[in-house]
């Protein structure tokens, strides 16, 4: 019987609001493809980006496109050269390997011959907002060994400062999206540097951020939009000291497994982060954790609600997926 392809689109409301520098929601919309042959189901989690042109129509559009090529044997190899990195291609890739998975009785780390990966702490991410509200977040988190604060531009040295001060213990990562400006990054930069910040991502528009090549890092920058997969990882030399790799950026599993070890082989530290998704969407991801020094994997953490049966969290410990769930 050949393979069937199908998919659903399923959403899930945020714990609160989350707040980044291009805006808030309340809820996500994820795209989940499912490949079924012989009996077994092999799934794939995807969360559409706006920032990357794409949409829930326009992604699940991608997916349908690829059923008759999949009933024909289409492999993840295959997959690779026929679409572009990105969240449509990310769904069918991690789908394959969990069918992969279950075909032949093997974990999934075993088939991409990966060590099985451990429980790691996950940073936990603070939503952008007021100084005053960010430092009370920070504070009803600071139990956790490892938070990721969000930032806006003008006034992150206010907001840094009351993070650390409502969190004086944990290690900091900072993430602006993109939202600082030649006139303000110095500045962030040695607020981050004055509070122990650990690592800075994005901080200037990809495409825009030729200064971080002209300026010292007091504290160590992180790519994250202007980097997808391995085609990108040129453009950033002189410019970036880590990478942030997400599966839905460079397009599954299979291509950020190869852009993982490249990215060290070029000496660049790894960050291995997430979109807002469920566990379905971050369980092939702890696939990358023994490459990271950062592990950011706290999608369910943030949510109301979780897909059963969810990745188990103790606190900031993440565990590996069970088989029951993924891989």
Not at 192 to 197: E, H, R, S, Y
Request: charged content about 25%.
């Amino acid at each position: 019987m050949a393979r069937r392809l199908s998919l659903t689109v399923e959403r899930f409301p945020i714990a609160g609001a989350f707040t980044i520098s291009r805006g808030s929601r309340t809820e996500i919309a994820v795209v989940v493809a499912r490949i079924e042959d012989g009996g077994h189901v092999g799934l794939g989690e995807c969360v559409p980006y706006p920032r990357y042109g794409e949409s829930v129509e326009s992604v699940s559009a991608l997916i349908e496109a690829q059923t008759d090529a999949l009933a024909s044997g289409l492999d993840r190899a295959a997959l690779a050269r026929l679409m572009p990195a990105g969240a449509a291609r990310n769904a069918l890739d991690c789908a394959l390997l969990d069918l992969e998975a279950k075909q032949s009785g093997r974990r999934a780390w075993d088939i991409l011959g990966l060590p099985a990966p451990s429980p790691v702490t996950t940073a936990y991410t603070l939503s952008l907002g007021t100084p005053e509200s960010m430092g009370e977040a920070a504070r009803k988190a600071a139990a956790r060994p490892l938070l990721k604060v969000k930032l806006g531009g003008d006034g992150d040295p206010e907001r840094i400062a009351a993070v650390r001060a409502g969190a004086p213990d944990a290690k900091l990562i900072v993430d602006a999206n993109e939202a600082w400006r030649p006139g303000n990054v110095e500045a962030n930069l040695a607020a981050c540097l004055a509070a122990g910040v650990a690592l800075i991502e994005q901080p200037l528009p990809a495409g825009e951020d030729d200064l971080l090549a002209e300026i010292p890092h007091p504290v160590p920058v992180c790519a994250d939009e202007s980097l997808h997969d391995r085609a990108g990882l040129d453009a950033l030399a002189g410019r970036y000291d880590a990478i942030n790799i997400k599966l839905d950026k460079t397009g599954g599993l299979t291509e950020a497994v190869l852009l993982a070890s490249e990215a060290r082989a070029r000496g660049l530290t790894v960050m291995v982060g997430c979109m807002l998704g469920t566990s379905l969407g971050m369980a092939p991801a702890t696939l990358l954790t023994h490459h990271a020094a950062f592990v950011d994997l706290d999608g369910p953490l943030l949510l109301a609600r979780d897909r059963a049966p969810p990745l188990r969290y103790d606190g900031s410990t993440m565990f590996p997926p069970e088989k029951d769930l993924w891989g």
